[in-house]
């Protein structure tokens, strides 16, 4: 049973335009949840996180987004560029702690130039 | 700093071949963990250890194990190795189990258990 869910497998955007990446999650305990980047042969970054008792968080270029009841998160890119071309794991955890991390399947994110 | 380092870096090995892969980190982190990631799977807990002298199992242990040597080393420890543990591994550390502490990752090793 797969509790954090990324349905999109593979998202392309043209540069300069916002990339939207999207993530359920099932487990009402969830509680953290956080957004991985991943490049080809490298192991995941960290991008940004949120924690259930807000319901947006920015950094930069990138926000995430959190809707509690319909249990999903959101991840926008603006403007996206090139090198944001990646994968990006959604990931979650309960318990307000940050181990035993679930991650989604990952969505393969291609900015064109 | 080198961040969290992991060796090896590739690895081939025959059905029923033991071996250990080794992780490392300097950032004084005190929780670890072993994930294992397969095509279209995304990556799932194998151990992780919250502080030192601790370890725990994750989503899926069976046919591994751990060992936390100290604060900066966590070993992951194949026994008898079988074709469905090719996969890439990744050794992660974090500063502590609390909110805000994020996850840093090593490199990655890819084994293949032919």
């Known amino acids: 049973d797969q509790q954090v869910k990324q349905n999109s497998p593979s998202l392309s955007v043209q540069e300069g335009r916002i990339s939207i990446l999207n993530c359920d999650y099932t487990n009402s305990m969830f509680d953290y949840f956080l957004w991985y980047k991943k490049y080809p042969a490298e192991g995941p970054t960290f991008l940004i996180s949120i924690s259930s008792i807000k319901d947006k968080n920015e950094d930069g270029r990138f926000t995430v987004f959190l809707n509690k009841s319909a249990k999903h998160l959101s991840l926008h890119i603006v403007p996206s560029q090139p090198g944001d071309s990646a994968v990006y794991f959604c990931a979650a955890s309960s318990g307000g702690s940050n181990y035993k991390l679930t991650f989604g399947k990952g969505t393969l994110l291609t900015v064109n130039p | 700093n080198a961040g969290v380092t992991q060796t090896p870096k590739f690895q081939v090995l025959k059905t029923g071949q033991s071996m250990t892969l080794q992780c490392a980190q300097d950032?004084?982190?005190?929780?670890m963990y072993w994930y294992r990631q397969d095509p279209g799977m995304g990556l799932r807990l194998i151990y992780y250890s919250a502080s030192e002298g601790t370890t725990d199992k994750g989503e899926v242990p069976n046919g591994y194990n751990v060992s936390r040597l100290n604060k900066r080393e966590f070993s992951l420890r194949l026994e008898s190795a079988a074709p469905s543990q090719t996969s890439v591994y990744f050794c992660a550390s974090s500063e502590g189990p609390y909110v805000g502490g994020e996850q840093y990752f090593g490199p990655g090793t890819r084994l293949t258990v032919t």
């Open positions: 950032m004084n982190h005190n929780s």
